[in-house]
């Protein structure tokens, strides 16, 4: 379990990560929700255009389908008034949203050693892939360990090193 424990340099690396990627996607919404207002202002144009048409016209028929038109217009922009107020900013900060999975990412030994044993449940289900094995007399196998950790512990383990200048293969005469 103290095996899971990041790194101070890449902790700060996964956190700087998922800052990018929190800042990624309230860009995305913030362009998503500009094109939802160009829409809603094309379809207000639409709808004063046909209500000049419609003063215009006398024939029934004509006024009739200008009307229901002009229904549906109203229609879609209910939808597209309803999907800019959904797209509003996050109900919680980046630190709110994140602080919990961050400190457990750091050091998951911590929320096991609460005690709890509901805690240490959810540890096992975070940190590792399948159940833990265990043999009779050579006691626990080594685990499986989930994604996350996986990935961070393929960044901080082992050395890494550059290649060489000349390349892989010794240098021919």
Not at 19 to 40: G, Y
Not at 65 to 90: A, C
Not at 140 to 157: D, H, N, Y
């Amino acid at each position: 379990m103290h095996k899971l424990k990041a790194t101070e340099g890449l902790f700060k690396l996964a956190r700087g990560m998922l800052e990018e990627l929190w800042d990624h996607r309230l860009n995305s919404q913030r362009v998503r929700k500009q094109s939802f207002q160009t829409e809603l202002r094309k379809i207000d144009r639409k709808i004063e255009q046909l209500l000049d048409r419609l003063v215009d016209t006398e024939s029934a028929t004509i006024i009739n389908s200008y009307e229901k038109r002009i229904e549906q217009l109203e229609k879609d922009k209910l939808v597209i008034s309803e999907r800019i107020t959904n797209s509003i900013r996050p109900v919680r900060s980046f630190e709110e949203t994140v602080r919990t999975s961050l400190e457990f990412l750091a050091n998951p030994h911590k929320l096991w050693a609460s005690g709890r044993l509901e805690d240490q449940r959810a540890v096992l289900k975070l940190a590792f892939a399948n159940r833990l094995a265990y043999v009779r007399n050579e006691g626990l196998r080594t685990p499986e360990t989930t994604l996350p950790f996986k990935v961070l512990g393929g960044f901080s383990g082992g050395k890494s090193e550059m290649a060489r200048p000349e390349g892989f293969e010794p240098p021919t005469p």
